[in-house]
């Protein structure tokens, strides 16, 4: 069973809210426990001692794939419940903060990648990487949707990219035809492609998933 399955599981033994257990633990965002119930990232290890407080529960029990620690030895089980605790606190894929740099309605729009950002996300992602906001629907993300984009200057055939042309940033899906690059992109309700023209234009990053708050 998975973090976020036993803490859901533990709200609703104690039917408790998100809102009211975000309380409980000095969160100023409840939609934190709705990321961990839905596994997105792991609590911080201050976060998961006062879980264990709250719910009465080992420290153990928050660790994933674990779903019984039971010892005859209380110094084997305290030895145990030491190893699990480091190896949750300590493990690789916590959550990374991302720059929110832009609020976008439409397509082109203006990007600075060095302005402050105006807003941080706390995702669970392993690569150097940044995002914008969609304000209105557009052709892959819908409003309220943030695009998180890593950076990279690659061209990766069949995939959206985020493009600078002609000072102008926009978001095309790269088709790679004998050795010709292609940019794919919905204008007016319908798809065009048309061929990338070498040196007018700058591969900035590939949009690796989109990210709504609950």
């Avoid at 264990?52 to 084997?76: I, L, M, Q, R, W």
Wanted: charge should be positive.
């Amino acid at each position: 069973m998975k973090l976020g399955e036993k803490i859901e599981l533990l709200l609703n033994k104690t039917s408790m809210t998100k809102v009211e257990l975000a309380k409980k633990l000095g969160l100023k965002d409840s939609s934190v426990v709705s990321h961990w119930v839905k596994n997105r990232f792991k609590p911080e290890k201050e976060n998961v001692v006062k879980l264990s407080h709250v719910f009465e529960k080992p420290v153990t029990y928050f660790a994933n794939d674990k779903d019984n620690y039971e010892c005859g030895d209380p110094k084997e089980m305290e030895n145990l419940e030491k190893k699990l605790y480091e190896a949750l606190i300590t493990t690789e894929d916590k959550a990374k903060n991302i720059n929110v740099l832009s609020e976008i309605s439409e397509e082109p729009f203006y990007l600075s990648l060095d302005c402050l950002p105006e807003e941080i996300l706390s995702l669970m992602i392993d690569k150097d990487a940044f995002a914008v906001k969609a304000t209105k629907n557009l052709s892959f993300a819908e409003a309220g949707e943030y695009i998180i984009i890593s950076k990279t200057k690659d061209i990766n055939s069949g995939k959206i990219m985020l493009v600078n042309i002609d000072d102008d940033y926009s978001f095309r899906k790269v088709i790679i035809k004998k050795k010709e690059v292609m940019f794919s992109y919905k204008k007016a309700g319908k798809f065009k492609v048309e061929k990338a023209k070498t040196g007018s234009y700058e591969i900035v990053g590939q949009v690796i998933g989109t990210f709504k708050k609950l």
